[in-house]
């Protein structure tokens, strides 16, 4: 970008400035992924890399090409349109979808080979009609609720599930799974309570005839709980380079978010910034104006408790958080028009990160990235995209 170097991303080609990017680093998420299906693989287990939600923000077909090239061997949309997105990017390994409404017309998805989800016995016939109007089995997982209370079959209705399951011939039931509520603490009881429910719901059906794979595993459990690796784990955030556990892990965050300075202006001490004259010049300062704000993803409630990387080092955000802009006190400093502006990164020069917006505002990282995907974003790749 034009103005002074940052240090920041040394790699990246000089481009022309735009209003507001996020920068996805492929090669960051190849290294995530393989270090997440070594230890998988170590148990014996397969990696699914989850790719929802637009590839959590950061582009769910280029993420799910280099997961792939990087050993995930599957791939986990949330809704069948999701999935059907990864089949017509031309991805052939298997993608579970998991939820969507009741009326869905599944047909496309069994066509296109998308595996399936269900928690009860009317999903099951729902997908076992779509099944025949498509000519072939619905590749199922039957999803138990252990304890989170959202969708999963209840115990109670655990045992007609499997044996329906069991004699539909328009059914082929590929796994059984479900989902963990605390693995982000691995000493929670309640994650070997889920465990315990996870073994006996197996064990059913086992029983019932069946034959599935099993996971339960996500992020977290991957990192820290390699005896419920089971046959599959499905990592999501930690592919893209954010911890969910306290303990360390050699995760390369993915995501950089940048804009650059459109305006400066010097002001008096005692002139204030923005809507509410939440902050005052204490003594005369340098005023930098980026033109991002709550609309390109930068929460309100961050208005006067964040940094930025500027020419060089962190400087802080002053006054609110409007629409469309922030402001840079950065002092007797002269900035440049068009200097690069890092809002976060991978934290590895000194820039702020994701997880530190979380931490300021009580969410959690998950949130701030999934949160890039906008309008006025562009989205740009670095790292090698012709493997």
């Not at 959590?56 to 069948?80: I, M």
């Not at 459109?262 to 939440?278: D, M, Q």
């Not at 840079?328 to 917006?357: K, M, N, Q, Y």
Request: charge should be negative.
């Amino acid at each position: 970008m034009a103005g002074p170097s940052t240090g920041v991303c040394q790699h990246r080609a000089v481009h022309t400035p735009v209003r507001a990017e996020v920068e996805v680093d492929l090669d960051a998420i190849r290294h995530n992924v393989r270090l997440l299906a070594g230890l998988a693989a170590a148990s014996g287990a397969a990696t699914m890399l989850a790719v929802k939600a637009d590839g959590y923000g950061h582009g769910a077909v280029p993420v799910a090409r280099a997961a792939v090239e990087a050993g995930a061997g599957w791939l986990g949309a949330c809704s069948l349109a999701e999935a059907l997105l990864l089949r017509d990017a031309g991805l052939t390994v298997p993608i579970l979808a998991w939820l969507d409404l009741p009326d869905t017309d599944w047909t496309p998805g069994i066509r296109a080979d998308v595996d399936l989800a269900a928690s009860s016995t009317a999903e099951l016939t729902a997908l076992a009609r779509a099944a025949d109007r498509a000519g072939k089995p619905a590749r199922v997982h039957l999803k138990i609720d252990t304890g989170m209370s959202r969708n999963g079959c209840p115990a109670a209705e655990w045992p007609d599930l499997v044996a329906t399951a069991a004699k539909h011939d328009a059914i082929e039931v590929v796994a059984v799974w479900s989902h963990l509520a605390c693995a982000d603490n691995p000493h929670d009881p309640s994650v070997d309570a889920q465990a315990a429910r996870f073994d006996a719901a197996c064990r059913q059906a086992t029983d019932a005839g069946l034959t599935p794979i099993r996971h339960l595993a996500n992020s977290a459990a991957t990192l820290t709980r390699p005896e419920l690796h089971f046959d599959l784990v499905r990592p999501g955030i930690a592919g893209y380079g954010l911890n969910p556990v306290t303990a360390a892990a050699d995760l390369r965050p993915a995501m950089t978010f940048r804009s650059a300075v459109a305006a400066t202006k010097r002001v008096a001490a005692g002139e204030s910034v923005g809507y509410g004259h939440t902050w005052t010049a204490p003594v005369a300062t340098t005023l930098a104006l980026v033109p991002v704000g709550y609309a390109d993803g930068v929460p309100r409630a961050l208005s006067g408790r964040f940094d930025v990387w500027l020419a060089g080092r962190r400087r802080p955000a002053v006054g609110r958080v409007s629409m469309d802009q922030i402001v840079i006190d950065c002092g007797d400093e002269e900035i440049p028009p068009g200097t690069e502006v890092v809002l976060f990164g991978a934290g590895s020069h000194g820039e702020p990160t994701a997880r530190e917006w979380a931490d300021i505002i009580g969410t959690i990282d998950y949130e701030i990235v999934t949160g890039m995907y906008r309008p006025r974003v562009t989205r740009r790749y670095v790292g090698d995209q012709s493997r």
